[in-house]
């Protein structure tokens, strides 16, 4: 439904592009995040040969921003080029969020999805190879209609085999006049958020042992506006939290933080 309300996919000229990224950069801002509605697909609208990619490569060829991170992309969009120009340029966050909805090739046919589980597989891997150290998350939906235990089952066991840093899990939720709010195999909301606890308890060891791996690490990061936290904080650039103790660092400041210790989820350091 959103596609027909939203209408035609309009993509901002990449001399704008460029001109906004400046104009930021010229307010000191030091990490822009990159964003969109399909944000893969940028360009293809237009009446000229510009992509994601190229524009990724014009803004760091024409802008001396200190990193760009890319927000959420679809898996087909996620190209061996993208990777290899991510791992190989330090101004790049080494963070991909890359939607999967679930690892079950059933579930995504029903949801008109356009790739299969092989070729997500595929491209995530892909990133763990090139950048090691990467943040890798994705989103999951639970319960879809028409998703049985055995649908379930392949979902986890999917999810459990690739290198995943976080996940944004969710239950299915109805839409009115939508064909999956109208089939007739609803999943019970009890069963549908047991079915996330059980995809939340596959992830919670994978994310403690990628966040024990950077303790005794140095890692590049921004520093965050977070008056309320009562201590400071900075964003690195695989996509972790880092808290600083007494950090008297202001906001936006792009530095080296060494990683000391884990604790309750999240990261203890200092300024390197």
């Not at 704008?16 to 104009?23: A, F, R, Y």
């Not at 009890?190 to 303790?215: G, M, S």
């Not at 690195?236 to 103790?245: A, D, F, G, Q, T």
Request: proline share 7%; with cysteine; aromatic share 6%.
């Amino acid at each position: 439904m959103i596609p027909s309300v939203r209408g035609r996919s309009r993509s901002l000229a990449p001399e704008k592009v460029v001109e906004q990224v400046l104009e930021l950069e010229r307010c000191g801002y030091k990490e822009i995040v990159l964003s969109g509605i399909n944000l893969g697909s940028y360009g293809r609208d237009m009446d000229r040969r510009i992509t994601f990619l190229a524009l990724l490569e014009k803004l760091l060829d024409e802008t001396g921003i200190a990193r760009l991170r890319i927000s959420s992309l679809e898996p087909m969009d996620v190209s061996p080029a993208l990777i290899r120009l991510a791992a190989g340029e330090p101004r790049l966050a080494q963070h991909f969020h890359i939607p999967l909805q679930s690892g079950c090739s059933r579930i995504l046919r029903l949801m008109n999805r356009r790739y299969w589980p092989s070729q997500y597989a595929e491209r995530i891997l892909a990133i763990r190879e090139q950048m090691p150290n990467a943040g890798i998350g994705a989103d999951v939906m639970v319960g879809f209609p028409g998703e049985t235990g055995q649908d379930h089952a392949a979902n986890a066991s999917f999810i459990e085999s690739l290198p995943f840093t976080y996940l944004h899990i969710f239950p299915y939720s109805a839409r009115p006049h939508t064909p999956a709010a109208s089939a007739r195999q609803q999943v019970n909301g009890r069963v549908a958020h047991e079915r996330a606890q059980e995809i939340r308890a596959l992830l919670a060891p994978k994310r403690q042992a990628f966040l024990e791996a950077q303790v005794g690490c140095k890692l590049s990061a921004i520093t965050l506006d977070e008056p309320n936290a009562g201590e400071g904080g900075a964003l690195s650039s695989n996509y972790l939290k880092i808290v600083l103790p007494g950090s008297s660092v202001p906001p936006n400041t792009l530095l080296e933080v060494s990683v000391g210790r884990v604790h309750e989820g999240l990261l203890f350091g200092f300024p390197a």
